[in-house]
Structures are given as structure tokens and as C-alpha cells.
Nanobody, 115 residues
Framework: QVQLVESGGGLVQAGGSLRLSCAAS????????MGWYRQAPGKQRELVAT???????NYADSVKGRASISSDNAKNTMYLQMNSLKPEDTGVYYC?????????WGKGTLVTVSS
């Protein structure tokens, strides 16, 4: 089991940047994969980026070149740096941890990008 708490969301103008944080209740070093997902109003939740235990990263095409996922094992925290934000990046961003095919989710943090 792991509890996840997101922070760092807010209102930002198009072209701006945000760094989201996901604090875990236990060490993240042993978690198979962690990631960020987002859900825009009226749309399904979609993957934004993932990072594996070995450090391999994966990004959705829509954020490639604008997003960077990272983790700090000493702080049990994962981050998502988003640059050149667009209005279509608006949504609730959720932190995910996947361990042995079991998914754990945070409650989400709202990101609103104004045009």
C-alpha cells in the first residue's frame, strides 16, 4: 500500500510553467512504475508521463519536449515539470504508483491554463 498526495497545481497563463509534486507515504525506490495522468473536463483520464524503477521515462506525444518526469528517492517524491503550457493541458493531474499490477492513485491537483 502507498498513499499519494499531489501538489503544485494552480492557474497559469499559456506559455508558463508548473512543477507538480507527488509525495508518497513510503519509499518509492521499490515501486515498479510511477506516473502522472490527467483528466480534462468531459474527457477520459489519459497518461501524461511515467518513470520506471530503473529510471526509464515515457511521455505522451502531446507533452513530449515540454514535460519532464523525475523522482527523488530520498524524499519519496515524484515530480512533473511542465513548460510551454497550453490551454489543452488544463485538467486534474493524478499521481499513480503501480506495484505488481495494482494501481494506487492520489486525489489529484487541478491545473488550469488560461489563454
Amino acid at each position: 500500500q502507498v498513499q499519494l498526495v499531489e501538489s503544485g497545481g494552480g492557474l497559469v497563463q499559456a506559455g508558463g510553467s508548473l512543477r507538480l509534486s507527488c509525495a508518497a507515504s513510503r519509499d518509492i525506490f521499490s515501486i515498479n512504475r510511477m506516473g502522472w495522468y490527467r483528466q480534462a473536463p468531459g474527457k477520459q483520464r489519459e497518461l501524461v508521463a511515467t518513470i520506471s524503477r530503473g529510471g526509464t521515462t515515457n511521455y505522451a506525444d502531446s507533452v513530449k519536449g515540454r514535460a519532464s518526469i523525475s523522482s527523488d528517492n530520498a524524499k519519496n517524491t515524484m515530480y512533473l515539470q511542465m513548460n510551454s503550457l497550453k490551454p489543452e493541458d488544463t485538467g486534474v493531474y493524478y499521481c499513480n504508483a503501480r506495484q505488481y499490477a495494482v494501481d494506487f492513485w492520489g486525489k489529484g491537483t487541478l491545473v488550469t491554463v488560461s489563454s
